[in-house]
């Protein structure tokens, strides 16, 4: 079936460091979207790309998608403590309904 | 506006008992998508509908079914829920499929 692979599944860094997380498709996607979701909430859209090689920056997050159209990248230049929580990649596959998500990067950021 | 809806917010049940998820949206969305979300494994599609009246399968669909009778909601069922099935429910609602999705608060759903 149709799969979003994320990696890695951890990552724990101390502040002002960077930190990057993948993500990858079996299959070509429409888009790509990123998601970020605090401890106990619920994910919270962060940004979407749609076109083959695509980069995005919002601040210090850089979001990238492969020439492909199959797998993904966000990074995040000299983290933060407020950037803590668990970021999800979700893409649609091509000719489905679906938004497939990747099991999720959970960031830590040591003060 | 309220965004996205569920309710309830928590619930338990025993091994055998059925319930109903509701989920509800306030902004005219076409497509609805129900989720759970367990340690470990992200967010797994259940169900989702591309428009009233229509639904389909996603990726680990046994033991649930969904309704959407109006655009406005979306409905996951568990006819006899089991311990396998304890779990954050979330729903989420996008405009169209190549759109953002907004979320609910989520449901934390016990079966014992």
């Known amino acids: 079936g149709q799969q979003v692979m994320q990696i890695p599944q951890y990552q724990h860094v101390q502040e002002g460091e960077d930190f990057t997380t993948y993500c990858n498709s079996s299959t070509t996607l429409s888009n790509i979207q990123w998601y970020k979701q605090r401890p106990g909430g619920h994910p919270v859209f962060l940004i979407q790309?749609?076109?083959?090689?695509e980069v995005k920056k919002q601040k210090r997050l850089t979001f990238q998608f492969g020439e492909a159209k199959k797998n993904s990248s966000l990074h995040i230049t000299a983290t933060q403590t407020t950037d803590v929580g668990t970021y999800f990649c979700?893409?649609?596959?091509?000719?489905?309904?679906?938004?497939?998500f990747g099991q999720g990067t959970t960031l830590q950021v040591k003060p | 506006n309220a965004g996205v809806t569920q309710t309830p917010k928590f619930r338990v049940l025993k091994t055998g008992q059925s319930m109903t998820l509701l989920c509800a949206q306030d902004?005219?969305?076409?497509?609805m998508y129900w989720y759970r979300q367990d340690p470990g494994m992200g967010l797994r599609l259940i169900h989702y509908?591309?428009?009233?009246?229509?639904?389909a399968k996603g990726e680990v669909p046994d033991g649930y079914n969904v309704s959407r009778l109006k655009k406005q909601n979306f409905l996951l069922g568990l006819e006899s829920a089991a311990p396998s099935q304890t779990s954050v429910y979330f729903c989420a609602s996008s405009f169209q499929g190549t759109t953002e999705a907004f979320f609910g608060q989520g449901t934390r759903l016990t079966v014992v």
């Open positions: 902004m005219n969305h076409e497509y």
């Open positions: 979700a893409g649609k596959p091509s000719n489905t309904g679906k938004l497939i």
């Open positions: 509908s591309v428009g009233e009246g229509t639904t």
């Open positions: 790309l749609v076109k083959s090689g």
